[in-house]
Protein backbone atom coordinates (compact mmCIF):
# COMPACT_ATOMS: atom_id res chain seq x y z
CA UNK A 1 0.00 0.00 0.00
CA UNK A 2 2.00 3.30 -1.25
CA UNK A 3 1.16 6.96 -2.84
CA UNK A 4 1.00 7.19 -6.04
CA UNK A 5 4.40 8.74 -6.51
CA UNK A 6 5.87 5.12 -5.15
CA UNK A 7 4.01 2.81 -7.89
CA UNK A 8 6.57 1.20 -10.21
CA UNK A 9 5.70 0.31 -13.94
CA UNK A 10 4.18 -2.70 -14.80
CA UNK A 11 6.95 -3.74 -16.55
CA UNK A 12 9.68 -3.59 -13.32
CA UNK A 13 7.39 -5.69 -11.43
CA UNK A 14 6.98 -8.08 -14.16
CA UNK A 15 10.86 -8.29 -13.42
CA UNK A 16 10.76 -8.60 -9.66
CA UNK A 17 8.25 -11.48 -10.27
CA UNK A 18 9.79 -12.98 -13.05
CA UNK A 19 13.16 -13.04 -11.02
CA UNK A 20 11.48 -14.36 -7.58
CA UNK A 21 8.18 -16.02 -8.31
CA UNK A 22 6.60 -13.31 -6.34
CA UNK A 23 3.06 -11.21 -7.30
CA UNK A 24 2.76 -7.68 -6.39
CA UNK A 25 -0.60 -6.38 -6.27
CA UNK A 26 0.06 -2.25 -5.56
CA UNK A 27 -3.03 -1.23 -3.71
CA UNK A 28 -2.79 2.85 -4.78
CA UNK A 29 -3.75 4.91 -1.95
CA UNK A 30 -4.21 8.68 -1.39
CA UNK A 31 -0.85 9.32 1.31
CA UNK A 32 -3.34 11.05 4.13
CA UNK A 33 -5.19 8.44 4.03
CA UNK A 34 -2.51 5.56 4.43
CA UNK A 35 -1.54 6.00 7.90
CA UNK A 36 -5.91 5.85 9.03
CA UNK A 37 -5.85 2.67 7.09
CA UNK A 38 -2.59 1.15 8.56
CA UNK A 39 -3.37 1.83 12.13
CA UNK A 40 -7.00 0.70 12.04
CA UNK A 41 -6.29 -2.91 10.69
CA UNK A 42 -3.10 -2.62 13.25
CA UNK A 43 -5.64 -2.07 15.73
CA UNK A 44 -7.95 -5.33 15.07
CA UNK A 45 -4.50 -7.21 14.64
CA UNK A 46 -5.10 -7.12 10.92
CA UNK A 47 -2.45 -6.48 7.74
CA UNK A 48 -3.39 -3.58 5.36
CA UNK A 49 -1.12 -4.98 3.46
CA UNK A 50 2.27 -6.80 3.49
CA UNK A 51 4.23 -3.53 2.47
CA UNK A 52 3.34 -0.24 3.49
CA UNK A 53 4.57 3.48 3.38
CA UNK A 54 5.81 4.79 6.25
CA UNK A 55 6.30 8.76 6.49
CA UNK A 56 9.53 9.65 8.72
CA UNK A 57 6.91 11.45 11.09
CA UNK A 58 5.01 8.46 12.01
CA UNK A 59 8.13 6.32 13.26
CA UNK A 60 7.45 6.95 17.16
CA UNK A 61 4.12 5.95 16.59
CA UNK A 62 4.18 3.07 14.88
CA UNK A 63 7.12 1.74 16.60
CA UNK A 64 5.55 2.33 19.62
CA UNK A 65 2.33 0.32 18.63
CA UNK A 66 4.40 -2.54 17.82
CA UNK A 67 2.86 -2.01 13.98
CA UNK A 68 6.01 -2.48 12.05
CA UNK A 69 8.50 -5.72 11.64
CA UNK A 70 11.94 -4.73 12.49
CA UNK A 71 14.10 -5.28 9.54
CA UNK A 72 17.78 -5.97 9.74
CA UNK A 73 20.58 -4.11 8.49
CA UNK A 74 23.91 -4.39 7.95
CA UNK A 75 26.64 -1.35 8.56
CA UNK A 76 27.57 -1.04 4.97
CA UNK A 77 23.90 -0.16 3.76
CA UNK A 78 23.42 2.07 6.57
CA UNK A 79 26.72 3.86 5.45
CA UNK A 80 25.66 4.34 2.09
CA UNK A 81 21.83 5.16 3.22
CA UNK A 82 22.03 7.87 5.76
CA UNK A 83 18.52 8.10 6.16
CA UNK A 84 18.09 4.46 7.64
CA UNK A 85 18.46 6.65 10.92
CA UNK A 86 15.36 8.78 10.61
CA UNK A 87 13.43 5.40 10.58
CA UNK A 88 15.52 4.02 13.59
CA UNK A 89 14.42 3.59 17.41
CA UNK A 90 17.24 2.42 19.15
CA UNK A 91 18.90 -0.10 17.42
CA UNK A 92 15.34 -1.45 15.50
CA UNK A 93 15.25 -0.02 11.89
CA UNK A 94 11.32 0.14 10.88
CA UNK A 95 11.46 1.10 7.61
CA UNK A 96 13.35 1.02 4.36
CA UNK A 97 13.97 4.33 2.90
CA UNK A 98 13.37 4.72 -0.98
CA UNK A 99 12.68 8.45 -1.95
CA UNK A 100 15.39 11.00 -0.39
CA UNK A 101 14.09 15.04 0.72
CA UNK A 102 16.75 16.73 2.99
CA UNK A 103 17.37 19.74 3.48
CA UNK A 104 20.00 22.12 1.22
CA UNK A 105 21.05 25.80 1.17
CA UNK A 106 20.05 27.56 -2.15
CA UNK A 107 21.51 31.12 -3.34
CA UNK A 108 20.70 33.08 -6.33
CA UNK A 109 23.92 34.25 -7.62
CA UNK A 110 22.74 36.90 -9.31
CA UNK A 111 20.84 38.69 -7.39
CA UNK A 112 24.13 38.25 -5.08
CA UNK A 113 26.21 39.68 -7.22
CA UNK A 114 23.84 42.69 -7.83
CA UNK A 115 24.25 43.80 -4.11
CA UNK A 116 27.85 43.37 -4.42
CA UNK A 117 28.58 39.91 -2.60
CA UNK A 118 30.96 37.99 -4.01
CA UNK A 119 30.76 34.68 -2.37
CA UNK A 120 27.89 32.22 -1.24
CA UNK A 121 27.15 33.07 2.61
CA UNK A 122 28.66 29.66 5.29
CA UNK A 123 27.27 31.05 8.22
CA UNK A 124 23.58 32.15 8.95
CA UNK A 125 25.82 35.72 10.55
CA UNK A 126 26.24 36.00 6.65
CA UNK A 127 23.07 35.06 5.33
CA UNK A 128 21.42 37.60 7.78
CA UNK A 129 24.01 40.52 6.44
CA UNK A 130 24.05 38.96 2.70
CA UNK A 131 19.83 39.51 2.75
CA UNK A 132 20.12 42.62 4.10
CA UNK A 133 22.99 43.67 1.73
CA UNK A 134 20.43 42.79 -1.15
CA UNK A 135 17.31 44.62 0.38
CA UNK A 136 19.34 47.57 1.18
CA UNK A 137 20.37 47.74 -2.66
CA UNK A 138 17.02 46.95 -3.92
CA UNK A 139 17.90 44.13 -5.82
CA UNK A 140 14.73 42.07 -3.57
CA UNK A 141 12.31 43.66 -1.53
CA UNK A 142 11.89 40.66 0.72
CA UNK A 143 15.16 37.78 -0.09
CA UNK A 144 14.62 35.20 2.74
CA UNK A 145 11.34 33.32 2.36
CA UNK A 146 10.38 31.64 5.92
CA UNK A 147 7.27 29.43 6.46
CA UNK A 148 5.93 31.24 9.19
CA UNK A 149 1.71 29.96 8.75
CA UNK A 150 0.66 27.11 11.30
CA UNK A 151 1.78 23.99 9.09
CA UNK A 152 4.37 21.47 9.53
CA UNK A 153 6.66 23.21 7.17
CA UNK A 154 7.12 25.39 9.91
CA UNK A 155 7.92 22.92 12.95
CA UNK A 156 10.42 21.60 10.60
CA UNK A 157 11.48 24.32 9.33
CA UNK A 158 12.56 25.45 13.35
CA UNK A 159 13.88 22.08 13.65
CA UNK A 160 15.94 22.27 10.72
CA UNK A 161 17.44 25.23 11.74
CA UNK A 162 18.73 24.81 15.20
CA UNK A 163 20.23 21.72 14.27
CA UNK A 164 22.15 23.26 11.59
CA UNK A 165 22.80 25.88 13.85
CA UNK A 166 23.70 24.67 16.83
CA UNK A 167 23.77 20.42 16.34
CA UNK A 168 21.12 19.80 18.55
CA UNK A 169 17.26 20.36 19.17
CA UNK A 170 16.26 18.03 21.62
CA UNK A 171 18.02 16.93 24.81
CA UNK A 172 18.23 13.20 25.75
CA UNK A 173 15.40 13.29 27.76
CA UNK A 174 13.46 14.45 24.82
CA UNK A 175 13.09 18.37 26.04
CA UNK A 176 13.93 20.93 23.70
CA UNK A 177 17.56 22.52 24.05
CA UNK A 178 16.88 25.88 25.03
CA UNK A 179 19.79 27.72 24.25
CA UNK A 180 19.27 26.26 20.27
CA UNK A 181 15.74 26.50 19.88
CA UNK A 182 16.06 30.20 21.08
CA UNK A 183 18.63 30.89 19.23
CA UNK A 184 17.02 30.21 15.71
CA UNK A 185 13.86 32.11 17.08
CA UNK A 186 16.06 34.71 17.56
CA UNK A 187 17.64 34.66 13.95
CA UNK A 188 13.49 34.42 12.97
CA UNK A 189 12.48 37.54 14.60
CA UNK A 190 15.69 39.57 13.25
CA UNK A 191 14.47 38.70 9.79
CA UNK A 192 10.89 39.29 10.28
CA UNK A 193 11.55 42.62 12.61
CA UNK A 194 13.93 44.08 9.69
CA UNK A 195 10.94 42.95 6.61
CA UNK A 196 13.37 40.71 5.42
CA UNK A 197 10.76 38.11 4.82
CA UNK A 198 7.50 38.79 3.09
CA UNK A 199 4.31 39.42 5.20
CA UNK A 200 2.54 37.10 3.23
CA UNK A 201 4.64 34.55 4.76
CA UNK A 202 2.67 34.41 7.90
CA UNK A 203 -0.42 33.21 6.29
CA UNK A 204 0.55 31.23 3.19
CA UNK A 205 0.87 27.69 2.24
CA UNK A 206 4.59 26.70 2.79
CA UNK A 207 4.79 25.30 -0.70
CA UNK A 208 4.48 29.25 -2.22
CA UNK A 209 6.57 30.53 0.33
CA UNK A 210 9.32 28.09 -1.14
CA UNK A 211 8.09 29.31 -4.66
CA UNK A 212 9.54 32.52 -4.40
CA UNK A 213 13.13 31.23 -4.82
CA UNK A 214 12.26 30.11 -8.44
CA UNK A 215 9.67 33.03 -9.46
CA UNK A 216 12.44 35.45 -8.59
CA UNK A 217 11.30 37.28 -5.40
CA UNK A 218 13.79 35.40 -3.18
CA UNK A 219 17.49 35.57 -2.75
CA UNK A 220 18.45 32.29 -0.46
CA UNK A 221 16.28 29.48 0.86
CA UNK A 222 16.90 26.76 3.06
CA UNK A 223 14.40 24.02 1.81
CA UNK A 224 13.86 20.75 0.18
CA UNK A 225 15.79 19.01 -2.84
CA UNK A 226 13.59 18.97 -5.18
CA UNK A 227 13.87 23.05 -6.07
CA UNK A 228 17.90 21.97 -7.38
CA UNK A 229 15.77 20.57 -10.52
CA UNK A 230 12.92 23.36 -9.99
CA UNK A 231 14.97 26.28 -10.57
CA UNK A 232 16.22 24.79 -14.09
CA UNK A 233 12.59 24.41 -14.94
CA UNK A 234 11.31 26.66 -17.23
CA UNK A 235 8.42 26.12 -17.06
CA UNK A 236 8.55 26.55 -12.97
CA UNK A 237 11.32 29.10 -12.78
CA UNK A 238 12.02 32.52 -14.12
CA UNK A 239 15.74 32.31 -12.64
CA UNK A 240 16.76 29.21 -14.94
CA UNK A 241 20.97 29.21 -14.67
CA UNK A 242 20.87 31.95 -11.68
CA UNK A 243 20.59 29.56 -8.47
CA UNK A 244 22.58 27.16 -7.05
CA UNK A 245 22.67 24.86 -4.31
CA UNK A 246 25.34 25.31 -0.94
CA UNK A 247 25.94 23.21 1.92
CA UNK A 248 23.52 24.45 4.62
CA UNK A 249 24.89 27.21 6.71
CA UNK A 250 26.06 26.84 10.06
CA UNK A 251 26.97 29.10 13.49
CA UNK A 252 30.80 29.32 12.66
CA UNK A 253 31.05 27.49 9.07
CA UNK A 254 28.87 25.25 6.94
CA UNK A 255 26.58 23.00 9.53
CA UNK A 256 27.97 19.21 10.28
CA UNK A 257 24.66 18.03 9.44
CA UNK A 258 21.86 18.26 7.73
CA UNK A 259 17.71 16.96 8.64
CA UNK A 260 15.91 14.46 6.26
CA UNK A 261 12.30 14.33 5.85
CA UNK A 262 12.29 10.71 3.79
CA UNK A 263 9.82 8.36 2.88
CA UNK A 264 10.23 4.47 3.43
CA UNK A 265 8.83 0.73 2.81
CA UNK A 266 7.92 -1.24 5.92
CA UNK A 267 6.37 -4.63 6.85
CA UNK A 268 2.91 -4.62 8.63
CA UNK A 269 3.65 -6.77 11.90
CA UNK A 270 0.43 -8.61 10.87
CA UNK A 271 1.33 -9.68 7.73
CA UNK A 272 1.43 -13.44 6.55
CA UNK A 273 3.47 -13.00 3.80
CA UNK A 274 7.02 -10.82 5.61
CA UNK A 275 9.78 -13.09 3.54
CA UNK A 276 8.38 -11.90 0.11
CA UNK A 277 7.46 -8.51 1.74
CA UNK A 278 11.37 -8.22 2.83
CA UNK A 279 12.44 -9.49 -0.56
CA UNK A 280 10.55 -6.72 -1.82
CA UNK A 281 11.30 -3.98 0.30
CA UNK A 282 15.51 -5.01 -0.55
CA UNK A 283 14.53 -5.15 -4.27
CA UNK A 284 12.34 -2.26 -4.36
CA UNK A 285 15.81 -0.16 -2.73
CA UNK A 286 18.16 -2.00 -4.33
CA UNK A 287 20.84 0.28 -6.49
CA UNK A 288 19.69 -0.79 -9.83
CA UNK A 289 16.17 -0.43 -8.79
CA UNK A 290 16.72 3.27 -7.69
CA UNK A 291 18.29 3.81 -10.91
CA UNK A 292 15.32 3.15 -12.37
CA UNK A 293 12.81 4.83 -10.07
CA UNK A 294 14.64 7.74 -10.36
CA UNK A 295 13.98 7.95 -14.72
CA UNK A 296 10.11 6.64 -14.00
CA UNK A 297 8.98 8.56 -10.86
CA UNK A 298 11.29 11.24 -10.03
CA UNK A 299 12.34 9.60 -6.94
CA UNK A 300 15.69 10.88 -5.23
CA UNK A 301 17.83 8.22 -4.42
CA UNK A 302 18.25 7.03 -0.84
CA UNK A 303 21.76 5.68 -1.71
CA UNK A 304 24.47 7.96 -1.74
CA UNK A 305 26.18 5.84 -4.19
CA UNK A 306 23.38 5.94 -6.40
CA UNK A 307 22.83 9.03 -6.37
CA UNK A 308 26.44 9.80 -6.92
CA UNK A 309 26.18 7.53 -10.16
CA UNK A 310 23.16 9.57 -11.63
CA UNK A 311 24.73 12.95 -10.78
CA UNK A 312 28.38 12.20 -12.45
CA UNK A 313 26.62 10.26 -15.35
CA UNK A 314 24.57 14.41 -16.05
CA UNK A 315 21.44 12.28 -15.08
CA UNK A 316 21.08 14.91 -12.29
CA UNK A 317 22.11 18.17 -13.29
CA UNK A 318 23.17 21.68 -11.30
CA UNK A 319 23.85 19.40 -8.61
CA UNK A 320 25.68 21.93 -6.56
CA UNK A 321 26.51 20.64 -3.31
CA UNK A 322 24.06 17.92 -3.47
CA UNK A 323 26.29 14.91 -2.89
CA UNK A 324 28.30 16.61 -0.02
CA UNK A 325 25.23 17.39 1.58
CA UNK A 326 23.61 14.22 1.62
CA UNK A 327 26.91 12.48 3.28
CA UNK A 328 25.54 14.87 6.42
CA UNK A 329 22.43 13.11 6.84
CA UNK A 330 21.39 12.21 10.56
CA UNK A 331 18.91 12.71 12.63
CA UNK A 332 18.07 15.63 15.04
CA UNK A 333 16.17 12.79 17.12
CA UNK A 334 18.00 11.94 19.74
CA UNK A 335 15.89 8.27 21.28
CA UNK A 336 14.21 8.41 17.59
CA UNK A 337 11.29 10.20 15.84
CA UNK A 338 8.92 10.63 19.71
CA UNK A 339 5.16 8.72 19.77
CA UNK A 340 3.82 12.08 20.04
CA UNK A 341 5.36 13.84 17.01
CA UNK A 342 2.16 15.35 15.67
CA UNK A 343 0.85 17.09 18.83
CA UNK A 344 4.54 18.35 19.18
CA UNK A 345 4.32 19.79 15.63
CA UNK A 346 1.17 21.57 16.61
CA UNK A 347 2.83 23.47 19.47
CA UNK A 348 5.88 24.38 17.74
CA UNK A 349 4.30 25.43 14.59
CA UNK A 350 1.51 27.32 16.43
CA UNK A 351 4.16 29.27 18.58
CA UNK A 352 6.13 29.71 15.35
CA UNK A 353 3.07 31.56 13.97
CA UNK A 354 2.18 33.32 17.22
CA UNK A 355 5.48 34.95 17.17
CA UNK A 356 5.32 36.15 13.63
CA UNK A 357 2.23 37.44 13.94
CA UNK A 358 3.73 39.55 16.69
CA UNK A 359 1.70 38.15 19.38
CA UNK A 360 4.45 36.91 20.95
CA UNK A 361 7.59 37.12 22.33
CA UNK A 362 11.41 34.45 22.21
CA UNK A 363 10.97 33.64 24.90
CA UNK A 364 6.78 33.26 24.95
CA UNK A 365 7.27 31.83 22.10
CA UNK A 366 9.96 29.15 23.55
CA UNK A 367 7.89 28.90 26.86
CA UNK A 368 4.41 27.84 24.89
CA UNK A 369 6.11 25.01 23.39
CA UNK A 370 8.76 24.19 25.66
CA UNK A 371 5.46 23.64 28.22
CA UNK A 372 3.35 21.79 25.63
CA UNK A 373 6.01 18.95 24.65
CA UNK A 374 7.28 18.63 28.41
CA UNK A 375 3.56 17.52 28.94
CA UNK A 376 3.72 15.32 26.24
CA UNK A 377 6.53 13.46 27.50
CA UNK A 378 4.73 12.68 31.09
CA UNK A 379 2.28 11.66 29.48
CA UNK A 380 3.62 9.31 27.19
CA UNK A 381 6.54 7.90 29.89
Known amino acids: MVPEWAVPS?????????????????????????????????SGGEASADVVEVDWSWVGEFGAADWLEPLEVDDALKADMPTISTFSLG?????????????????????????????????????????????????VEHPYPLVLTAEEKASTGLIWTAYTMNDIVFN????????????????????????LIDPADKTTDGKKTYARLTDGTASFLTGPTSYISNVQNPEKSKV???????????????????????????????????EAARKFIDWYTSAEIQEKLNEELGNLPTRNSVLEKLVNEGKITNAGAMIEQAKLIASPFPNGVPVYYNEMSNAIYNAVNGMALGNLSVDEAFTQMDKKIKELIEENK
Request: glycine share 6%; aromatic share 8%; hydrophobic share 35%.
Open 91 to 139: DKVLAMPYSNDYRIAYYNTKQFEKAGIKSAPKTYDEVYKDVKAIKKAGV
Open 172 to 195: EDGTLNEASVKDALNFYNKLIKED
Open 240 to 274: VGEVISILMPGKTGNAKHTMALPEALGITKFSKNK
Open 10 to 42: DSLLKEFTDSTGITVNINKVDWDAIRDKISIAA
